[in-house]
Structures are given as C-alpha cells and as structure tokens.
C-alpha cells in the first residue's frame, strides 16, 4: 500500500467512526427556562417577608422534581423560607408557577447588603433523562429600625447613606386617551340622537307629521300593534298643524289653509272615514291589524313630507 493510499484509507476510517459516533450519540434535551419575579431590592427590615415568584418552562415529557428544590424552614441564621407553593406542580411539559416567601430575621446597625441564596432545579424526563438549571441568587439592601449615625439629615447633600427617591415610571397615555376620546364621541351622539327622536334638538324642530310617523313606526314594533293609539297619534298631527281640532266636515279648510297637502285629499278623507267608523261603529279595516297600521304609516310619511316643503 503506497503512502497515498494509506492517507485516504485512514481518512475514510476517521471519517466512518465519526459518523458512527455522532449517530449514536443522543440529542441533549432542552433546557429549562427560568423567568425569575424579585421583589423590590431596598427597604427591607427585620422581619419582613420577600415573596419570590419563578415560573419554570419545562421541555415536553419532562417533570419538575420537586426534591430539588429549598425546603421549608431555616436556611441560614438570619433567613427563613416559611411559605413554598406550586401551580400545576406534577405536569409533565409546559409551565410550572413556583412561589418562595422568605422572612428576614437580621436586625442591621446600618444599612448593608444581604442576598437571597441561589439553587439548582431538576427536572426528569420519560427516559429518567435529568436536566438542571440554576436559579440566581437576589441581592437586596436592608436598614436598621434604628439610625445610629444621627448627623445624618434627611435631604441633606451630604447624606450618602438613604437612596435617592424611585422616580416613577411613565406610562403610555395613547390607549387611555383614546378610549376617551371614543367615549366622548358616543356620548355626544346617543346625547344627538336623544335630542333627535325627542325633538330637543336647537335649532331642529321636527313638524307634527314627523313626529307622527316616528310613534308610528314604533308603534309597528310592538308585539300587539295598537290601532286606536295610531289613529290617535294621526288626529294629533292634524290638529297640531291646524292649530285646533279638526274633523272630517273642517278638511275643506284644512286643506284650503294649508294647500300642500291638497294632492293627497283621497287619502285623508280615507283616514278620516275609517276613523269615525273605528271609534264610533266598532268597525274595523277589512285586513288584519298590521296592514292598518302600514297604511296608517304611509299616510303620515305623505304628509310629512308634505309638511317639509310647505
């Protein structure tokens, strides 16, 4: 075999058993995701409690293993974990909300430095596959009950022991202003549309025809249409345009004092005739209720339209 050969075959050799190597080797799973939810980092003192909340994000088929994690009770000399929670703690995948509460038991003579201790989470997948991730420590201030340096004053440009003040965050304005402003606007137009339909509306003064076919039209709605109450609502209309009481022998001169309703005199000594046999004989239209109430309807939009260009 020339040195050439040799070259080659032990290049595909190398080549073959990485192959085989890389074949067999198991993909590494995912990794947890931990979202960590700290308290505020200065303030504290003795015995005040710290709520931690951390949510983990477990791969699929994994299972957080709850042995893992701190246990209740004392961790060091001056801090307790008295209050450990889950939600959905024994689901295998998705999210799982943890809850630390810690209670400081350290009485500082001056302010100073302390840290909630770090720890490592596992979890166990179908395969008895282990991984871990590490949750971090959280570092915080604490103050005494107490101050002993009293040549400290509050404000003073020469007092470097309490922090500035927290200056507040701003808020995004756009949404609320908008909602407001889209409320301002409905308002004003159902405030329009009131004055509309109850005839307030300045400057905008419906006539009585127009008045007349609007009760009409709700009157149509109603489950048990009400044929009196519209013949009523009519005579209304005819009286208020005339300005007093008008019947069926005072249509000439309606009709004379107000000529723009003169084409549609058929039509109102129709209304007026089934008028006085409705109320005064108990007769009623050859149809049934609604079609009165539709003929009703159509007159006055006659007059009311009448009543516009007059």
Not at 156 to 177: H, T, W
Request: hydrophobic content about 45%; overall charge positive; charged content about 25%.
């Amino acid at each position: 075999m020339t040195r050439s050969s040799a070259i080659v075959a032990s290049s595909w050799l190398l080549g073959l058993m990485l192959a085989l190597a890389i074949g067999v080797t198991p993909a590494r799973a995912a990794d947890i995701d931990v979202a960590v939810k700290n308290p505020r980092a200065y303030g504290h003192v003795v015995g005040d409690r710290l709520t931690r909340g951390v949510r983990f994000t477990l791969p699929d088929g994994y299972r957080l293993e709850r042995t893992s994690l701190p246990g209740q009770g004392k961790l060091n000399y001056w801090l307790d974990l008295v209050a450990l929670s889950f939600d959905a703690p024994d689901e295998r995948g998705g999210r799982v909300e943890a809850t630390f509460v810690y209670q400081l038991f350290y009485a500082p003579l001056q302010a100073g430095r302390r840290e909630l201790p770090s720890f490592t989470v596992r979890a166990v997948g179908p395969d008895d596959d282990v991984i871990e991730a590490r949750v971090p420590g959280f570092a915080f201030t604490m103050s005494p009950l107490i101050e002993l340096q009293s040549e400290a004053e509050f404000g003073s440009q020469n007092n470097d022991i309490m922090l500035p003040d927290e200056r507040p965050g701003l808020r995004d304005v756009a949404a609320p202003r908008r909602t407001a402003l889209i409320s301002v606007v409905i308002a004003w137009v159902a405030v329009l549309a009131w004055a509309w339909i109850s005839d307030r509306l300045p400057g905008y003064k419906r006539g009585p025809f127009a008045l007349a076919a609007a009760r009409l039209k709700r009157l149509r709605r109603g489950t048990e249409p009400a044929t009196a109450s519209a013949l009523r609502v009519l005579h209304r209309a005819f009286d208020a345009t005339a300005g007093r009481a008008v019947f069926a022998e005072d249509l000439d001169g309606f009709v004379a004092a107000h000529p723009a309703f003169a084409d549609l005199r058929d039509e109102i000594d129709t209304f007026f005739a089934f008028s006085r046999r409705f109320f005064f004989a108990g007769v009623e239209s050859n149809g049934d209720r609604r079609h009165t109430l539709t003929e009703l309807q159509r007159l006055a939009e006659q007059c009311r339209r009448r009543e516009a260009r007059a």
